[in-house]
């Protein structure tokens, strides 16, 4: 049955006011309130709507599209409009436990109206406060309360001048002094410097920093975060020994605040070392519930995963925004026509259509993902949280960072991409500021080089693949996981042996199709199996094997994500409480991505049948 | 023999001062003298340094990377940056006939500082300067010597906020009033505002305005260039019944000031007509030397084709600085290594190599024909000035039009796309302002736009190609031109027969072999024209059968396009005059771009060998 508002609240989705969109409104094929209800639910768009109505009424949250402020002005707002939405409380720390999809909504709607303004959010909540939370234990927790009041206000800092993807190089130190029982923080250059911090330029007062603990007998026992106050709560002037400021104009976000900060010789007490993975007892011997540091990193992974989890829904929301853009611009905007005197909106044309709609289809497939796999992060933190340390725990965790780490690749490019291209297909108009694509599009670049380099964060995807084919091949263990989003590989040989059939275009417009031939990525999974075992023989090491990215684990990591990100949307769309007049147009969303993203696979798909010694032929496999 | 400055004028390319480079240039396999030297030519290298040095030491040009200026002053600055261009005098009229590549490098010079100032001063000098001297007649040629002096400063006012690539469409209209002797120059309404006109938003007091000319018997002759002064010298305030100003900020590119003008029957003497096309006598006669309005349109292509030639080289500059910067980052950012303690250089990565050589390959390649086809236009122009209306004449007229229709798009995406790839190989280096990659994204952004979207332009050149087959086909004519970039597709029948065999991948390492492969784009061009053909047959009038460009006429003029920069850079270096010590990178140069660009339609290759009908076996073709 169509989900329909309770209580007849129509004020949740009031009608469009009259314009010229009205003539292709009128001509959809279902309704457009029935599929907002469809993809969010009525709960979350009454929690949009909250968020929304408060800030449209808060002349603090005043926009002028295109408006040209200066950094100071713009920094100054953005803290501003922070400190005002916890005034608001549109969710409290207890919301944030007992609902945590909000958590994501409420920084969707944030990053909607501001991406700098989430940033600022999220870093002093979410990203410094959990880090307090979970790597503190309790003498940690009075600083909780101080963040939701906003008493303090903080920034994480691990990245270096000099080290930013390769953390374990990180060289800011904490030498710890039994004496007085203080660490002793130390950044030994500006190398060395943490850099491109964020909310530490102009208005954090406390910092989580990462340093390499040194022990008074010499020992190194790795990274640990330490929290360290280094700004005046009254005047915000630096802390002794801290010299701290601004990185300067960014090429997006720039009511963020990114800074760099420079320790010497800063004294911090013992208590504060965030102590959950390792301790200093007063008399300076370390303590930790774990073997060595590299199980210490292994345990930090599932936490690591969350901030690729909420990039993905934030490139999905740049993406949305675009593509609504481009799509009214172009469905009201006019240029030539059959004859000299009609002109016709630029959406009729077939180049229009295909820039755009495949852009639009891409906007649902991603977004349904990237919701679940929210959701999965949260049954592996409530796992983690309640204790449990089982296998499938572990193998939850590894296989949520695998999707974690292509996925935001997958989304920030496909964003990225998206809006450059509703930006050229809006014509000049999409080049004044006031059209918000540039601005889009700035804010969303961050997204490609966040927690590593996207072509980085690939290589875990398709290591974590091999990983399990290695284990296959020489062990004869299945290929299973939780979510079982690798299942089927596990019967590549018999899918390697399948032909595709379509007898007809119609046949294509079922995304059933384009799931099956994508399974034949496989294919490269053995390619790039036999590749790394080739280099490895010609003596290459590990390291040097694992180079061979650009033709092999790159497109493996990503084609993967796509069969994961349109085999999720797929199902979704075929579920049998798919409300009926939902299902033509949903369907067709799912075939469009479906289409468009193996097209871009065609030439494998025409090598890989080529190799299998029957080229074009007949199916004579020989497996 | 290899170049070599003359007089030993070593300060021409000084050494590079010592530092963190060192090591990879010490590596190189040539000398980067000999390759400026070979690429630039020595004149231009000399005319280059005159002007970055005069840049370098005076204070006005002074910059701060990254700096955060306002619009106004911003806009401000340029200006008198741009009247201290003309002080410099690089340049006079006379240099400009005589030695016409020195204003692209002029325009690439100032680019290469600030695109705001070069467009500023482009917009005056060539787009405003030249519509005066090529439109207009010898009552005109007062104003030239003013816009030398900058006594007035001028824009090109044609695009209307709802009119931009539908010339036609323009509404702006001149009506005639014998009485006077004036024409009445009226925007009918805001949507026939002058928009985006460069220039107009601040500072232009002239404006070539373009408007339907309407008699007094009520005929209309279509577009016609006015020159009309909008802003008083003296105090910049607008003139009577005109509505002047500027239309705020941009995604790039905001030191020019973008303006729009509405004109409310506003009184224009009758010699402000530009009448070189088309011109009205005292007591309101036209006349014309062109029968009509279709064939006045056909003589102005030649001077369409300029702005596109001009946009190709300015892609071009950026891309050339966007790889600089981000091969010398590569080189000295370290990250990971072999093993824990070693950490080698980002640009050690096959990853790396394989996202930023490529295009520092395209760079030289795309470098190479920009060049050419502005010396092709500069022999189409000096014709057109010396009346040659031969039929030849005409051909290359079309012909470069064709180039350079599809040559702007080839440049201005690959700039855009290789700026974003420097960006995120840069990692979160490249999203800081200072480093300059995302002020080179935004001002090469317009490029893909100006001119008609890039997916609209490519129409033209597919059009083109398109002509000459079905002259082919139905009256036997041959495909020719007069720089003979098509005709290869003449024997078209015969190369769709050929097989490429390669046996190993040396032999790929000469740009030869991709070159002899994509001929076979010969196959798209079938594949259009029976498309076309098919889609009247099936009862499409001609403009919706061209508007089937997605899989048929958009790659083909794209292949047409890569397969002519490459056809010339491979010639270029595989001539004798190359030195031999700079063969073998240049040829690799030649071999990474064709193979690069020729993997993206491998897909294609595939394809059109099954439709032979001799899929993957030996060649039995049937032709």
Redesign the interface.
Known sequence: MAPTLKGGDAALLPEFPRGPLDSYRARASFSWKELALFTEGEDMLRFKKTIFSALENDPLFARSP???L??EKYRELSFLRCKRIFEYDFLSAGDMFESPLKVSTLIQCLGMYDWSLAAKYVLHTLIFGSAVFSSGSERHFTYIQKIFSMEIFGCFAL?EL?????T??IRTTAHYNPATEEFIIHSPDFEAAK??VGNMGKTATHAVVFAQLHMPGGQCHGLHPFIIQIRDLKTLLPMPGVMVGD??????QNGLDNGFAVFHKVRVPRHNLLNRMGDVTPEGTYVSPFKDARQRFGASLGSLSWGRVVIMAMAVTNLKLAVSIAARFSAT??????T?DE?IPVLE???QQ??LLPYLAAAYALDHFSTSLFLDMVELQRGLAAGDRSARQAELGREIHALASAGKPLASWTA?QGI?EC???C??H?????NR??VL??DN??N??YEG???VLLQQTSNYLLGLLALRVQDGARIRSPLKSVDFLDSYPSILDQRFEVSSVADCLDSAVALAAYKWLCYLLRETHEKLNQEKRSGS?D??AR????FHG?PLALAFMELMVLQSFHEHVHRPCVPPSLRAVLGRLSALYALWSLNRH??LL??AE?RRGC???RDRSSR
């Open positions: 295109g408006a040209h200066s950094l990245t000099s080290h930013g993807s390769n374990k190089a850099f491109w990185i300067g104009k960014k090429l997006g905007r006019r240029q030539f026509g059959p000299e002109e044309y077939q180049t295909w820039r990225q450059q930006r050229e297909a014509g000049g999409g080049y004044l500021a006031m694509l540039g599009r700035d670049d961050p490609c080089t380099d996207n072509n090491g390291f040097e180079n061979c990215q650009v790159r065609t030439a025409y090598r080529r080229p074009g032929g």
